[in-house]
């Protein structure tokens, strides 16, 4: 049984197929139409919908998919939709910040703008053209051009007033706490489960009994499978639910983030040290899968063009892995064998992910190349961790993704640099060695040639940085 | 709406309301019709309507080969899935078989043969779209490969075409050739383009009781819709009934493409007596339905030492995919736009309609016109290159003149131009010769990061170049409270349609638009329709409704004269009040009035657009009533390293005439530019060696985010221009031309990569110009100057 608000509405739902969207429950079993399928992959935003979640006597408000939302993982929380902005016959102040600024043409679309609008009114205070940017790069708008969506963002966000959800919020934060789970819940129909385990002992014993389980985190992989490639998933187990896997402690050494941590959360403490970690964190997908999904789901489905490793694998990154009682701890690129392979094993988990701080004399660099700057899935992602003393190469840690069937170091090109003088030619010599390290792939997003010779560029560039500071090299600075 | 009660107003109060004006009529920028209900989500579309009982669900199991003989289809295996209902293919249509909007060449489901990857095989009827899916999945179909044509220069040289070559020709191209100073030839890929309406294809039917069939679907084309139910059902088209009240984006793929989900639905339909609905999927909506056609462009362009054009001959081949489609007219219109806004002079334009197994390209905003102009743009870039010039100065000196050098290479002369105006204004506007030094400065001083600039013009032809097309039909009934109800044959799919002629009904009857109902388009209110496409929809579709309205005006005035005894010239319409000589009576009062003075307050409308003719056999006359222009200026910034740019500035000068709505239009031209750049930057189509689309869904196809907006994007409309043809109100068409000032950011694109080679040479990057390209145009560059520093050469082919 799993229980949640939809707005102020109470929902208990004892049997419920777990594989079920939060966008085709409310199409579909709720008949609330306002939310639209535009993709069903969590590319395009027309069907975001805004989470509440208990935080510190207050409700926070954070847009997400519902098509990759299984219904599950809504347990505890508040679900707002765009049906529910309109309060008593009026206009929501973003939704009349829409209609004043022109801001909708076919329509389609816009519950899913709205929605992210909203959640971005609730979070700031003043209108921010880059927080606005960052709020909306996951809704797609084929009509307008979005220039009259920024205005209605400005308007909305100048233009705050209180609005219902404020004035609701002491009782919708007492319902939230009535309705904080206490137990392991679970919800099931038929044959399937999804098990909602609330620490992580009881997630590793969940998993060592139901070792055939898939874990869900954020969904926003998971889901696919349901959503576009038509599977079933028989059991899952949520892990979303797991405090202890959902925070960030900065010590001295390092920085340790748990696996179930969702990207946004990560954010300010790997910005921090690494600036261009948080540059990455900022195109990698968009703010609605950045607050669904998690740094160890982008570590744990392997893929070759995940985002977060490459730079994990370059900052000497390591995880945690836990099994019923017993954890260890491995190197992240060790992680990873082959392509979709690695060394989990059965009823194994990410626990948590540990990144060393930032060192004296460490430069560290990362680069993402895609069609499209936002909401874009790799060509090549480079990371490049130098220490770099008296013009001496003292320790290099280069890797890539998009290049090989996994996220992988450039060793040759690594050796190369090592112990060297960092000048320019050592770096003609370290890029030869990119070619010895990869031979990447032709595929719809770049050729072989392409990812190879901007492989070599980014490192190129890389050393410029390290050389000439004031040398412009970055199109996105430009904002 | 206000109270029609007689006694709530005196004389006095009447008079003062009726010395103001509406505020609500043409020229004001009045919200979208639907705004309230798109931000609310309460506007419905196809798939949020109730749903009828017993209805089922319709999928279709597409081909996965490119070309293959049918051996046979087993649906057996489709039955034993519980809640299947029924299995077609193309034995089971009970009427005729082929779709095609034209001519024959598509098939409802694929009849012996397969012709691309995504063609429908068999569609399966369930009570739910899961079970629909599995069944169609089980379905055991067998084929023996053939091989497939997929790349359009291979079938060029092969003259394997859906239809005729065509040519325009002018003068005597071959010996300006020959004999001109300068010469150049040079050849260009132009990539397609996938829609990307965000509502993806959707229909949903009901069979009703003479056995037709009430069809909600979400199309531009109703009437062919209902052409085409009729057809695959063998039913006479009285039968059927289309109601379409928005779309969520059209952009031409539901001009033709809507049908094939309604035709579906109505066969399953009408063999099981149940209602169906079919919606594709994101990821089969882009690969059964046709895009945005890809082009092969070959050209020849003899000039002289100033830029000027003496003789030109362009080979422009479409990539039609499978079938015909409408790739006769788009081809068409590719070839009247390779001339843009400049006089070709000497000119032979070639068009062929290259046949592919991929998807049956289809109509997509501009319908060819960019791709013609895109050729065009490269060759200017190519000239001044060469020429070591500004681009921007050999095209002024290449523009059409007032009043000499004004015949197009298909024989019409252009009247009114007025791009030299709007040139001049937007380069000043855009300080256009000071930016460009700036970034030549700035590119000096930067090795990584370059600065590109251009300002490239729009002339775009309206009037569908078929020419009956150009009809359009309204209905308007006024009732006896008073309120409107208003229906033409446009279709709304975001564009404003129904606002706009709202608009204009407002200011005829002079009322406030809120008295006017908009209602859905609806075959049995209007019928014979035209597509909502070619940019037509207000300038057809706003005459028509002008008319409907103007005629029960007209039967108002008459009334008023007979029944008061006063002349026509005493009776007036403004802001809801009625003035008879010097007595003032409340618009609702005079329908009273006239109710119950036995007065028709009820009638249609037409309009059939004048001036136009065309002789396509001898390719001469004059197929565009007016044209439309445009200029952009944009400013892009380009990483060499990578390839990777981002837009920093445009500057917009859009004419739409006398604006209907302000604020709609500017919503067009600042939605079809980021369209246009999108086309011709990021937005790739990629299919494999065995013709699978491989950016078949959001994750791979990109089409720009907020954040791809140009930084700084100004965009103004031509003031005080009113169109000098008797258009609508002296409005424009704005839907399409403002779509190809995108063109700017690809030859900024360019112009940055030139900077490289001293802009001498033109770098060679196709369109559309991804990171990639630009990288290897960058390579080229570094290549030139290595050896030595380059002097002239000649644009190579690609």
């Known amino acids: 049984m799993i229980q949640f608000l939809l707005n102020r509405e109470l929902r208990?739902?004892?049997?419920?197929?777990?594989?079920?969207?939060?966008?085709?429950?409310?199409?579909?079993?709720?008949?609330?139409?306002?939310?639209?399928?535009?993709?069903?992959?969590?590319?395009?935003?027309?069907?975001?919908?805004?989470?509440?979640?208990?935080?510190?006597?207050?409700?926070?408000?954070?847009?997400?998919?519902?098509?990759?939302?299984f219904v599950a993982s809504l347990h505890g929380k508040q679900l707002i939709t765009v049906e529910d902005l309109k309060h008593q016959g009026q206009l929501h102040s973003v939704q009349q910040a829409m209609v004043d600024c022109h801001g909708s043409q076919c329509g389609f679309c816009t519950p899913g703008f709205v929605m992210s609008l909203f959640a971005l009114q609730k979070n700031s205070s003043g209108f921010d053209k880059a927080d606005t940017l960052e709020a909306l790069a996951g809704n797609l708008c084929r009509c307008t051009g979005y220039r009259p969506i920024i205005d209605a963002a400005e308007q909305a966000c100048c233009q705050k007033q209180p609005d219902q959800f404020d004035a609701f919020e002491p009782q919708t934060v007492a319902q939230l706490k009535a309705i904080a789970p206490q137990d392991t819940a679970e919800l099931n129909s038929g044959d399937k489960r999804c098990l909602l385990p609330l620490t992580v002992a009881d997630l590793a014993d969940i998993y060592a009994a139901n070792p055939e389980a898939r874990l869900l985190a954020g969904g926003t992989d998971l889901a696919l499978e349901v959503t576009q490639f038509h599977r079933e998933l028989p059991v899952m187990i949520y892990v979303g639910h797991i405090?202890?896997?959902?925070?960030?402690?900065?010590?001295?050494?390092?920085?340790?983030?748990?696996?179930?941590?969702?990207?946004?959360?990560?954010?300010?403490?790997?910005?921090?040290?690494?600036?261009?970690?948080?540059?990455?964190?900022?195109?990698?997908?968009?703010?609605?899968?950045?607050?669904?999904?998690?740094?160890?789901?982008?570590?744990?489905?392997?893929?070759?063009?995940?985002?977060?490793?490459?730079?994990?694998?370059?900052?000497?990154?390591?995880?945690?892995?836990?099994?019923?009682?017993?954890?260890?701890?491995?190197?992240?690129?060790?992680?990873?064998?082959?392509?979709?392979?690695?060394?989990?094993?059965?009823?194994?988990?990410?626990?948590?992910?540990?990144?060393?701080?930032?060192?004296?004399?460490?430069?560290?660099?990362?680069?993402?190349?895609?069609?499209?700057?936002?909401?874009?899935?790799?060509?090549?992602?480079?990371?490049?961790?130098?220490?770099?003393?008296?013009?001496?190469?003292?320790?290099?840690?280069?890797?890539?993704?998009?290049?090989?069937?996994?996220?992988?170091?450039?060793?040759?090109?690594?050796?190369?640099?090592?112990?060297?003088?960092?000048?320019?030619?050592?770096?003609?010599?370290?890029?030869?060695?990119?070619?010895?390290?990869?031979?990447?792939?032709?595929?719809?997003?770049?050729?072989?040639?392409?990812?190879?010779?901007?492989?070599?560029?980014?490192?190129?560039?890389?050393?410029?940085?390290?050389?000439?500071?004031?040398?412009?090299?970055?199109?996105?600075?430009?904002? | 709406m206000s109270s029609h009660h007689k006694t709530s107003k005196t004389q006095a109060e009447l008079a003062e309301l009726f010395r103001a004006d509406i505020?609500?009529?043409?020229?004001?920028?009045?919200?979208?019709?639907?705004?309230?209900?798109?931000?609310?989500?309460?506007?419905?579309?196809?798939?949020?309507?109730?749903?009828?009982?017993?209805?089922?669900?319709?999928?279709?199991?597409?081909?996965?080969?490119?070309?293959?003989?049918?051996?046979?289809?087993?649906?057996?295996?489709?039955?034993?899935?519980?809640?299947?209902?029924?299995?077609?293919?193309?034995?089971?249509?009970?009427?005729?078989?082929?779709?095609?909007?034209?001519?024959?060449?598509?098939?409802?489901?694929?009849?012996?043969?397969?012709?691309?990857?995504?063609?429908?095989?068999?569609?399966?009827?369930?009570?739910?779209?899961?079970t629909a899916r599995k069944a169609a999945m089980a379905a055991i179909i067998e084929y023996e490969d053939l091989e497939p044509v997929l790349d359009v220069v291979d079938a060029l040289r092969k003259k394997h075409f859906v239809l005729d070559s065509h040519q325009h020709k002018i003068g005597d191209s071959a010996a300006e050739l020959t004999s001109a100073p300068r010469r150049l030839q040079g050849s260009l890929h132009i990539g397609g383009q996938e829609h990307f309406y965000l509502e993806t294809q959707i229909s949903s039917v009901m069979p009703t009781e003479d056995g037709g069939m009430l069809v909600y679907t979400s199309t531009q084309n109703?009437?062919?819709?209902?052409?085409?139910?009729?057809?695959?059902?063998?039913?006479?088209?009285?039968?059927?009934?289309?109601?379409?009240?928005?779309?969520?984006?059209g952009f031409?793929?539901?001009?033709?493409?809507?049908?094939?989900?309604?035709?579906?639905?109505?066969?399953?339909?009408?063999?099981?007596?149940?209602?169906?609905?079919?919606?594709?999927?994101?990821?089969?909506?882009?690969?059964?339905?046709?895009?945005?056609?890809?082009?092969?462009?070959?050209?020849?362009?003899?000039?002289?030492?100033?830029?000027?054009?003496?003789?030109?001959?362009?080979?422009?081949?479409?990539?039609?995919?499978?079938?015909?489609?409408?790739?006769?007219?788009?081809?068409?219109?590719?070839?009247?736009?390779?001339?843009?806004?400049?006089?070709?002079g000497n000119a032979t334009i070639n068009g062929h309609r290259c046949k592919t197994n991929i998807a049956s390209n289809t109509a997509y905003r501009g319908f060819g016109g960019p791709q013609g102009m895109v050729a065009i743009e490269e060759i200017m870039d190519a000239i001044a290159r060469s020429l070591g010039k500004d681009p921007l100065e050999v095209r002024k000196l290449?523009?059409?003149?007032?009043?000499?050098?004004?015949?197009?290479?298909?024989?019409?002369?252009?009247?009114?131009?007025?791009?030299?105006?709007?040139?001049?204004?937007?380069?000043?506007?855009?300080?256009?010769?000071?930016?460009?030094?700036?970034?030549r400065a700035f590119n000096a001083k930067s090795p990584v990061l370059k600065k590109g600039l251009a300002l490239t013009p729009v002339k775009f032809g309206i009037s569908f170049t078929a020419s009956f097309l150009n009809q359009a039909g309204a209905l308007i009934h006024i009732y006896t409270d008073g309120s409107i109800h208003l229906n033409h044959g446009g279709t709304e799919m975001g564009q404003g349609l129904n606002t706009k002629v709202a608009q204009i009904v407002a200011e005829v009857l002079q009322v406030d638009i809120s008295r006017i109902q908009i209602t859905a388009t609806n075959t049995d209110k209007v019928p014979n329709t035209s597509p909502t496409a070619a940019s037509s929809g207000t300038d057809l579709n706003g005459m028509a409704a002008k008319n409907a309205a103007e005629t029960i005006k007209q039967r108002l005035v008459d009334f008023l004269v007979r029944e008061y005894k006063v002349t026509p010239e005493d009776?007036?319409?403004?802001?809801?009040?009625?003035?008879?000589?010097?007595?003032?009576?409340?618009?609702?009062?005079?329908?009273?009035?006239?109710?119950?003075?036995?007065?028709?307050?009820?009638?249609?409308?037409?309009?059939?657009?004048?001036?136009?003719?065309?002789?396509?056999?001898?390719?001469?006359?004059?197929?565009?009533?007016?044209?439309?222009?445009?200029?952009?200026?944009?400013?892009?910034?380009?990483?060499?390293?990578?390839?990777?740019?981002?837009?920093?500035?445009?500057?917009?000068?859009?004419?739409?005439?006398?604006?209907?709505?302000?604020?709609?239009?500017?919503?067009?031209?600042?939605?079809?530019?980021?369209?246009?750049?999108?086309?011709?930057?990021?937005?790739?189509?990629?299919?494999?060696?065995?013709?699978?689309?491989?950016?078949?869904?959001?994750a791979s196809y990109k089409i720009p985010a907020i954040a791809d907006m140009p930084l700084d994007l100004r965009v103004n409309l031509v003031e005080n221009r009113k169109n000098p043809e008797d258009t609508v109100f002296h409005s424009k068409a704005v839907g399409e031309p403002p779509f190809m000032l995108g063109i700017a950011v690809w030859c900024a694109i360019k112009d940055a990569v030139a900077s490289l080679a001293d802009y001498r040479v033109q770098p060679n990057i196709d369109a559309p110009a991804t990171p990639e390209r630009v990288l290897w145009g960058v390579e080229q560059m570094k290549k030139l100057q290595q050896p030595a520093k380059a002097t002239t050469v000649g644009a190579e082919p690609a």
């Open chain 1, 12 to 69: 208990t739902e004892h049997a419920l197929d777990p594989n079920i969207t939060a966008l085709n429950y409310l199409r579909e079993h709720l008949g609330k139409s306002g939310t639209k399928e535009g993709c069903a992959s969590g590319d395009c935003g027309a069907c975001t919908v805004v989470v509440g979640e208990l935080d510190n006597e207050r409700v926070r408000y954070r847009s997400l998919n519902s098509c990759l939302t």
């Open chain 1, 243 to 479: 405090e202890a896997m959902k925070r960030v402690e900065v010590t001295a050494e390092s920085i340790e983030i748990g696996a179930a941590t969702a990207l946004s959360d990560c954010y300010a403490a790997l910005a921090q040290d690494y600036p261009d970690f948080g540059e990455l964190l900022h195109r990698f997908a968009s703010l609605q899968i950045r607050n669904q999904g998690t740094l160890g789901g982008n570590i744990g489905n392997a893929s070759p063009i995940g985002d977060a490793p490459p730079l994990l694998i370059a900052l000497g990154a390591q995880i945690v892995l836990r099994k019923g009682n017993s954890s260890r701890t491995l190197p992240i690129e060790d992680y990873f064998l082959d392509y979709k392979v690695t060394a989990r094993q059965e009823a194994e988990f990410i626990e948590k992910i540990i990144v060393p701080r930032q060192q004296a004399n460490q430069a560290f660099r990362a680069y993402k190349v895609s069609k499209r700057l936002d909401d874009d899935i790799s060509a090549v992602c480079a990371a490049f961790n130098l220490v770099v003393e008296d013009g001496v190469v003292h320790s290099a840690r280069i890797a890539f993704g998009g290049m090989a069937a996994i996220p992988k170091r450039a060793a040759a090109c690594e050796a190369a640099l090592k112990g060297a003088v960092l000048n320019q030619s050592q770096i003609e010599l370290a890029c030869a060695a990119l070619a010895e390290d990869f031979t990447p792939l032709s595929d719809f997003r770049a050729s072989k040639e392409y990812r190879l010779l901007v492989a070599q560029n980014l490192l190129r560039k890389c050393f410029l940085e390290l050389q000439a500071a004031d040398v412009e090299t970055r199109v996105s600075a430009y904002v």
């Open chain 2, 23 to 130: 505020t609500t009529g043409v020229g004001k920028s009045v919200k979208h019709e639907s705004a309230d209900k798109h931000v609310s989500g309460e506007a419905a579309y196809v798939d949020d309507r109730l749903e009828f009982p017993n209805q089922l669900h319709v999928y279709a199991r597409m081909s996965d080969r490119a070309h293959a003989r049918i051996i046979s289809i087993d649906t057996a295996p489709c039955y034993a899935i519980p809640g299947v209902a029924i299995a077609i293919t193309s034995k089971d249509v009970p009427g005729q078989l082929d779709i095609g909007p034209v001519v024959a060449g598509d098939p409802l489901l694929a009849d012996g043969k397969v012709e691309y990857v995504g063609q429908v095989v068999i569609a399966v009827g369930a009570d739910s779209l899961e």
């Open chain 2, 222 to 249: 109703a009437t062919e819709v209902q052409k085409l139910v009729a057809e695959v059902l063998g039913v006479p088209m009285h039968k059927i009934v289309i109601d379409m009240r928005r779309m969520g984006g």
């Open chain 2, 252 to 344: 031409g793929g539901k001009e033709t493409q809507a049908a094939g989900p309604a035709c579906l639905c109505a066969v399953i339909a009408h063999l099981t007596g149940r209602p169906t609905k079919m919606r594709l999927p994101r990821v089969e909506d882009m690969q059964i339905t046709g895009k945005r056609h890809p082009f092969y462009v070959e050209y020849d362009v003899g000039f002289d030492d100033n830029g000027l054009l003496h003789g030109i001959e362009i080979e422009l081949a479409g990539n039609c995919g499978y079938s015909p489609d409408l790739s006769g007219s788009i081809v068409d219109r590719a070839m009247f736009h390779a001339d843009n806004a400049y006089f070709l």
């Open chain 2, 398 to 439: 290449n523009y059409y003149g007032k009043t000499e050098r004004n015949v197009t290479h298909y024989h019409q002369t252009v009247e009114h131009n007025v791009i030299h105006e709007m040139t001049a204004e937007l380069e000043a506007s855009s300080d256009y010769a000071k930016r460009r030094q700036d970034i």
């Open chain 2, 571 to 698: 009776v007036e319409f403004r802001n809801s009040q009625v003035r008879v000589h010097d007595l003032f009576l409340s618009f609702e009062d005079v329908i009273q009035k006239a109710y119950f003075g036995q007065v028709s307050l009820s009638s249609t409308g037409f309009y059939r657009t004048p001036k136009i003719f065309y002789d396509r056999d001898k390719a001469a006359g004059r197929p565009f009533y007016y044209f439309a222009y445009g200029a952009a200026c944009s400013e892009v910034i380009v990483d060499t390293l990578t390839g990777e740019y981002k837009m920093l500035r445009t500057d917009i000068l859009h004419d739409v005439g006398a604006s209907l709505n302000p604020a709609l239009d500017i919503g067009q031209v600042e939605g079809a530019f980021v369209q246009g750049m999108g086309w011709l930057t990021m937005e790739e189509l990629v299919w494999n060696g065995k013709g699978k689309l491989m950016t078949n869904g959001p």
